[in-house]
Nanobody, 130 residues
Framework: VQLQASGGGLVQPGGSLRLSCATS????????IGWFRQAPGKVPEGVAC????????YYADSVKGRFTISRDEARKTVYLQLNKLKPEDTAVYYC????????????????????????WGEGTLVTVSS
């Protein structure tokens, strides 16, 4: 199982980016995957998570209404659309998945317990600055 995040960069406040997480080694019709971020000096934060078990998208309060998680099964890719970016969104963004998958998972639990995610991709840096 491998994940690779990409799409980060420098953007002005109010701008947008789309991050991609290319996956390999597992199916995207049975999944428990999410996007996390870590700013300098801070603990990792679950930003957006999705699970095939509950069919729900979970978002941290700090990004609700601005970020959207989605997936493309054919491309085996999970996306994170970042809109209305703020300087406090600056961080390294990672995608991560539970592995192996057994049973059901709540999207909210995936985000609230980052240490439960077993496989992490290399991060991509998002910098929001004027």
């Amino acid at each position: 199982v491998q994940l690779q995040a990409s799409g980060g960069g420098l953007v002005q406040p109010g701008g947008s980016l789309r991050l991609s997480c290319a996956t390999s080694g597992f199916r995207l019709d049975y999944f428990a995957i999410g996007w996390f971020r870590q700013a300098p000096g801070k603990v990792p934060e679950g930003v957006a998570c999705i699970s095939s078990s509950d069919g729900l998208d979970y978002y941290a309060d700090s990004v609700k209404g601005r970020f959207t998680i989605s997936r493309d099964e054919a491309r085996k890719t999970v996306y994170l659309q970042l809109n209305k970016l703020k300087p406090e969104d600056t961080a390294v963004y990672y995608c991560a998945t539970r592995w192996p998958l057994r049973g059901s998972y709540r999207s909210r639990d995936l985000c609230e317990f980052p240490t439960s995610m077993a496989v992490w991709g290399e991060g991509t840096l998002v910098t929001v600055s004027s």
